[in-house]
């Protein structure tokens, strides 16, 4: 048997984020709002896959596939931040917005430095403040591990 990392491979990763894809739109006739939203649910188990990949030291991934796309490359901006890399990856189209990739990959990180497991990130993105408070937040944690 594989270790963990050997088997998150470039092919789970983009079936992982098929499956999750067509989940996400099967519930798009949910709450508008709330832990049981459309995007709610969204977060929660895309946070939960990226997560995976994350804590097994898989990131390559990510850039590899943003590699293979001829829409896109990845900006030097966000080489250091592996949810947005990984959120980069999960959509070779427009069906994720630049700023919903850039918020959600900052309340995805900053829940991950927190140690916040998958069911409770809607409820920690809640609590944490606005986007902003939560982008500023995130910094200041950044900025701590660079001076230590």
Do not use: C
């Not at 929660?44 to 898989?58: D, F, N, S, T």
């Not at 949810?83 to 069906?95: I, V």
């Amino acid at each position: 048997m594989g270790s963990e990392p050997d088997k998150l491979t470039h092919r789970s990763f983009a079936q992982a984020v098929e499956h999750l894809t067509l989940a996400w739109l099967s519930v798009a006739h949910t709450e508008p709002r709330g832990p049981s939203s459309r995007n709610s649910y969204f977060k929660r188990e895309a946070y939960r896959l990226l997560k995976r990949y994350i804590g097994a030291g898989r990131e390559d991934i990510f850039l590899d596939i943003i590699k293979q796309s001829p829409r896109r490359r990845a900006s030097p901006a966000i080489l250091n931040q592996p949810f947005k890399l990984g959120l980069y990856a999960m959509f070779d189209d427009d069906s994720l917005s630049r700023n919903d990739r850039k918020v959600w990959g900052e309340q995805m990180e900053y829940a991950y430095r927190s140690g916040i497991e998958p069911e409770m990130l809607i409820g920690f993105i809640y609590t944490s403040g606005s986007p902003a408070l939560i982008a500023q937040k995130l910094q200041a944690a950044r900025e701590r591990d660079q001076s230590t």
